[in-house]
């Protein structure tokens, strides 16, 4: 592991046996940065991302970020738990995305223990924090292991009944960050459902088949493919950005399978989550990033494994509830094969 300064903040780097390399601030607890060896042994960095401290601080796009108390949307901005109703900040056309606008991603991060390949960051969020009950103490360690996979573990505790679903919002592109578009990236992904969602992106509470639409991709192909379909969920996104229904029935299991078509990298997602949020850059335009490049359109994907978006007004999704006492404990995996 190595260290350096990043403004106010530390980056710590990882290396593996491998050549793969993973670097992660205390700032945001933000994935700053995946550099994998593409098919001739070459360095690539597969994660896009800014050059400064400030840039995290000031931006909403989430390169690289760790979200939390409640990843994605809730309706209105409000939900009803236990018999109260709670109201969290309007950010996304009178709707909550991502608990609003004080982000876990802009503040700074205790580090609790770093090894040879792993490094713990905590958070204590207070009971009333973005308008969620309790105090929520978490966890999020990030390791490189030498199998070239990038685990990420959210342990946490609350002392009141809470919503909690934590994610992580990098962005891929693994043809490196400077490429250009993804769309000739190559996705597989075991879902056989995701969940429709009005203009504003949130669910209408339905569970609808993948078979036959542009949102299957239980066969792998292209990700450009089918993203400006006529279909009313792609419409409603600009592209891909919905929620996939995951097969692993709470399971840690192999969901996503991401391909490269120059530089021979393919990457893997692990989750124990029921779903996963693809968001393909849609609404990237100029955005300045690392090295001087400006990314377009399209030129990253994430994958945010998640509860359902607004899972806490669907009494039908599975719930996002963690109760008073219990321990709050996820596991992702990013695997480069």
Excluded at 30 to 44: E, H, S, T
Excluded at 82 to 109: C, F, I, P
Excluded at 221 to 249: M, P, Q, R, S, T
Aim: glycine share 10%.
């Amino acid at each position: 592991m190595k260290t350096r300064s990043f403004g106010n903040a530390t980056m710590y780097t990882f290396e593996n046996k491998n050549g793969m390399m993973m670097e992660v601030s205390d700032f945001g607890a933000i994935l700053y940065a995946i550099i994998v060896p593409d098919k001739d042994g070459n360095p690539v960095d597969v994660t896009l991302g800014y050059d400064t401290p400030e840039a995290y601080g000031e931006k909403t796009s989430g390169f690289g970020a760790t979200i939390g108390r409640n990843g994605n949307r809730i309706g209105k901005a409000k939900f009803t738990l236990n018999g109260k109703v709670y109201e969290l900040a309007q950010n996304n056309n009178g709707n909550n995305l991502h608990s609003g606008h004080d982000y876990y991603q802009h503040r700074m991060w205790t580090v609790k223990e770093t090894t040879e390949n792993s490094i713990t960051l905590s958070l204590h969020s207070p009971d009333g924090d973005q308008g969620f009950p309790g105090n929520f103490d978490v966890d999020v360690t990030y390791t490189l292991t030498d199998d070239n996979e990038i685990r990420i573990d959210y342990n946490g505790v609350t002392d009141a009944d809470t919503v909690i679903n934590m994610t992580n919002h990098s962005y891929f592109n693994l043809n490196g960050h400077a490429s250009g578009s993804i769309e000739q990236h190559e996705l597989w992904m075991d879902a056989d459902g995701f969940t429709p969602t009005d203009v504003e992106l949130i669910p209408t509470g339905e569970i609808a088949s993948v078979e036959g639409t542009p949102m299957d991709f239980r066969v792998k192909k292209l990700v450009g493919k089918d993203i400006d379909a006529d279909f009313e969920a792609l419409k409603f996104g600009g592209g891909y950005d919905h929620n996939w229904c995951l097969n692993n029935k709470g399971e840690f299991k192999k969901v996503i399978e991401l391909s490269a078509d120059l530089s021979g990298i393919t990457m893997e997602v692990y989750t124990d989550l029921p779903g996963v949020q693809i968001y393909a850059g849609n609404y990237l335009v100029n955005e300045p990033g690392k090295d001087g490049v400006f990314y377009k359109k399209r030129q990253g994907i994430c994958f945010e494994t998640q509860h359902y978006p607004d899972a806490i007004n669907h009494d039908n999704f599975p719930s996002p509830v963690v109760k008073k006492g219990e321990v709050y404990k996820t596991t992702t995996v990013y695997k480069f094969v």
